[in-house]
């Protein structure tokens, strides 16, 4: 049966699976992946039941999960989305019972297998379900129970195995319910002591078993509970370090998680990044005027790109991709929605990826901020990084150096610049405007008002000297 007769494939304006930019194919850039949670999901919230019309018929229907999972991979293939994630409770009838999540997993286990076979849709990562289950209300590594434990860490068990023999690449530990609502109750230390040796025991059975995928924490900062241990990617960090698991999980990064922690999703990415840490992405957005996770598909641009510039600079995200955990509004509910929806979001990381490329081909941001530490690459300053220098050494140098004065971080320069990158980098198909490279920049004194950028009707004008700055020429000052 088809699922979705008036959807033939995607209609992009930026993804084009095959281009190359920055070295690479968008798809091996981006390795999009359709989440199945949001993909079933019913459309309704706090207040309001379910709205979403779907052709699989309504949740009560007979063998509705196999119709979804069928129409899931149908709607994959035909938006050209390679790989999917999914929860073991996602794919299999509602149950309290382990020991039933692993018979129904076995169960569906061969379905997948042939839908994926079918489509060529591949599994990016699998996770367990450690939140929906009323026995996980204090938590489910990080209950005060032995007897929760026990089973957070069975239903982990089992999704590894089934994981593994998906062939996916990737296994994630989201700890949505590993924190408090009140410490008048809880030992945070024991929770998050037992959170390491949780860890420690997923990392030894993945051994065991010859997972050879990644192995990824996601951090997020509240809800449900009111504080999670594994708030951001500096406590998981710290965590990883405190327990030996350096090396053993990275972080998979969820821009909506980022911002309830009140770090941009740049931030996250760029933390992660330098610490070896920058595993896998869950791409979607909040709302600035809203506090709570929306899982909103992705349509920002400027996010977008300075996420791309991050993946670039760690030379690509695989064995990771880009996960969207995002769902359509609870008004957006026919199905065309959910094509109008990932074709926005794909396109919206597809064109983060030319302007980050043509961002990184000039080296605006890395000239400027290598020069800016260049002083601590040789004397004194070298020292200091390396750790060497005493403070008596560095009393002698402040005495000799008195009078120093920092240069300006030029700020709003670069963010001139960047918003010149985010308007002037050719679309696929459109003739190259005149952006000159950034050495002609600096020998013309260019400035963005001058640009010409045919495909928006702005003509080329006279450069304006007087307005402009070079770095360089700042430089030899
Ligand atoms: C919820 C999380 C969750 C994880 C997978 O906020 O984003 O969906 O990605 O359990
Ligand atoms: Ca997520
Ligand atoms: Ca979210």
């Not at 999917?84 to 692993?102: C, N």
């Not at 042939?114 to 450690?130: D, F, P, R, Y």
């Amino acid at each position: 049966m088809e699922y979705f007769p008036d959807i033939k494939k995607g209609k992009f304006r930026y993804y084009d699976p095959e281009k190359v930019v920055a070295g690479k194919k968008m798809k091996d850039w981006t390795r999009f992946s359709l989440a199945l949670w949001h993909f079933f999901g019913e459309g309704t919230d706090m207040f309001g039941s379910g709205t979403m019309i779907r052709p699989w018929g309504s949740a009560t229907e007979q063998n509705t999960l196999k119709k979804e999972i069928e129409a899931a991979f149908e709607f994959a293939k035909k938006l050209s989305i390679d790989y999917y994630a999914f929860h073991d409770l996602d794919v299999i009838p509602p149950t309290e019972k382990v020991s039933v999540i692993e018979k129904s997993l076995d169960q569906v286990v061969p379905l997948l297998k042939s839908e994926m076979e079918k489509s060529g849709v591949k599994l990016l990562w699998g996770t367990a379900n450690l939140f929906r289950d009323p026995t996980y209300v204090h938590g489910a590594a990080t209950s005060p129970y032995p007897e929760v434990f026990a089973r957070a860490a069975t239903q982990v068990k089992k999704m590894l195995d089934v994981t593994l023999e998906l062939g996916g690449e990737d296994f994630v530990i989201w700890p949505g319910r590993e924190g408090y609502d009140t410490l008048l109750n809880t030992d945070m230390k024991k929770g998050i002591e037992l959170f390491g040796s949780f860890l420690s025991a997923v990392a030894d059975y993945a051994s065991e078993i010859g997972f050879k995928g990644q192995l990824l924490v996601e951090p997020k900062p509240m809800e449900p509970m009111k504080f999670i241990y594994v708030a951001d990617v500096m406590s998981l960090w710290a965590l990883l370090q405190h327990y030996g698991l350096t090396g053993k999980f990275k972080a998979n990064i969820e821009a909506n998680h980022a911002t309830l922690a009140n770090r941009s999703f740049q931030h996250e990415l760029h933390l992660a990044r330098s610490f070896g840490l920058l595993g896998s992405i869950d791409i979607n957005q909040g709302d600035y005027l809203v506090g709570w996770d929306l899982d909103r598909f992705p349509t920002d641009l400027y996010d977008s790109t300075l996420a791309a510039y991050e993946v670039i600079e760690n030379g690509g995200i695989a064995p990771g991709g880009f996960n969207f955990d995002a769902k359509v509004r609870r008004g957006s509910f026919e199905p065309v929605d959910l094509a109008y929806a990932y074709q926005a979001g794909m396109d919206t990381v597809a064109r983060g990826f030319e302007v980050a490329a043509a961002l990184k081909k000039d080296r605006v941001f890395e000239e400027f901020v290598e020069e800016r530490y260049s002083g601590y690459s040789s004397g004194i300053g070298k020292k200091i990084s390396e750790g060497k220098v005493t403070l008596k050494e560095l009393r002698d140098y402040a005495l000799n150096t008195e009078g120093f004065k920092p240069k300006s971080g030029r700020q709003e320069y670069l963010e001139d610049l960047l918003n010149a990158y985010l308007t002037s980098t050719p679309p696929r198909g459109a003739s190259p405007g005149v952006l000159p490279s950034r050495r002609d920049r600096e020998a013309t004194c260019f400035c963005v008002l001058e640009m010409e950028i045919p495909w928006i009707g702005l003509k080329a004008g006279k450069p304006q000297v007087d307005f402009c700055f070079s770095p360089r020429e700042e430089a030899r000052e």
